[in-house]
């Protein structure tokens, strides 16, 4: 008998939803999202938004900008021309390439002329490396939403949509078996959800307590 080869996976993009709608809100973000949801009854013309890796900061960004008919602008360029009172998204504010010279122009140009500067971010702007002073004095008197690494109820949920994105059928008891061994972080649920989706087209396998344990065993290696 010839052994039929293992299927070779295609990465078929799958294309998130960053409607504010579909932002899943639970204890470890609701006051993240509650201030970013009050816009424009912000407390300050600038908000950090912050959060670990794969937290859905670029999806509330990104649902915000959207109603804020917000300019994206990535930090790593120069600043552009920006109509007077426009606002403006910067997401990934933190990342090492960052101009602070763009980020400390945004803070004056939205103050000075009336629109809102949203920054996103790893850690809190406080902690990031910046090598101009008076940025330095701005980022660390700015108000900070915070997401948190999810409670058990948003895992199962982003578990649940993370499947759903990718058109997957998993029963709930899997989810379950899942909850109960992984690592509490949005990343390793997406990493998982990932590795579940490659191995069982590849061995055609339904999605399984059995292939769940196989997958969460070879992440944790």
Same mark, same amino acid.
């Given at each position: 008998?010839?052994?039929?080869?293992?299927?070779?996976?295609?990465?078929?993009?799958?294309?998130?939803?960053?409607?504010?709608?579909?932002?899943?809100?639970?204890?470890?973000?609701?006051?993240?999202?509650?201030?970013?949801?009050?816009?424009?009854?912000?407390?300050?013309?600038?908000?950090?938004?912050?959060?670990?890796?794969?937290?859905?900061?670029?999806?509330?960004?990104?649902?915000?900008?959207?109603?804020?008919?917000?300019?994206?602008?990535?930090?790593?360029?120069?600043?552009?021309?920006?109509?007077? $009172?426009?606002?403006? =998204?910067?997401? /990934?504010?933190? +990342? %090492?390439?960052?101009? &602070?010279?763009? !980020?400390?122009? #945004?803070?004056?140009?939205?103050?000075?002329? $009336?629109?809102?500067? =949203?920054?996103? /971010?790893?850690? +809190? %702007?406080?902690?990031? &490396?910046?090598? !101009?002073?008076? #940025?330095?004095?701005?980022?660390?008197?700015?108000?900070?939403?915070?997401?948190?690494?999810?409670?058990?109820?948003?895992?199962?949920?982003?578990?649940?949509?993370?499947?759903?994105?990718?058109?997957?059928?998993?029963?709930?008891?899997?989810?379950?078996?899942?909850?109960?061994?992984?690592?509490?972080?949005?990343?390793?649920?997406?990493?998982?959800?990932?590795?579940?989706?490659?191995?069982?087209?590849?061995?055609?396998?339904?999605?399984?307590?059995?292939?769940?344990?196989?997958?969460?065993?070879?992440?944790?290696?």
């Amino acid at each position: 008998m010839v052994k039929q080869a293992k299927q070779i996976p295609l990465e078929l993009p799958h294309k998130p939803s960053f409607e504010m709608a579909d932002f899943i809100v639970s204890a470890s973000n609701e006051a993240a999202f509650a201030m970013i949801d009050g816009w424009p009854d912000w407390p300050h013309h600038a908000i950090a938004l912050v959060g670990p890796a794969a937290s859905g900061k670029t999806h509330l960004a990104k649902a915000w900008a959207k109603r804020a008919e917000a300019l994206e602008v990535n930090a790593a360029d120069e600043v552009g021309t920006i109509p007077p $009172g426009s606002n403006v =998204l910067v997401d /990934g504010a933190d +990342a %090492p390439d960052r101009k &602070d010279e763009t !980020l400390f122009h #945004l803070f004056n140009w939205a103050k000075e002329t $009336g629109g809102y500067l =949203l920054l996103t /971010g790893r850690a +809190a %702007p406080n902690l990031w &490396d910046v090598s !101009l002073p008076d #940025l330095r004095s701005r980022l660390a008197t700015m108000p900070v939403a915070e997401i948190r690494e999810p409670d058990d109820h948003l895992l199962m949920v982003l578990l649940v949509k993370l499947f759903s994105d990718r058109q997957l059928q998993v029963d709930l008891a899997v989810v379950d078996y899942i909850i109960r061994r992984i690592e509490r972080s949005f990343t390793a649920a997406k990493d998982l959800v990932d590795a579940i989706d490659r191995n069982a087209l590849a061995d055609k396998r339904k999605i399984s307590k059995a292939l769940a344990k196989t997958c969460l065993e070879a992440l944790s290696d």
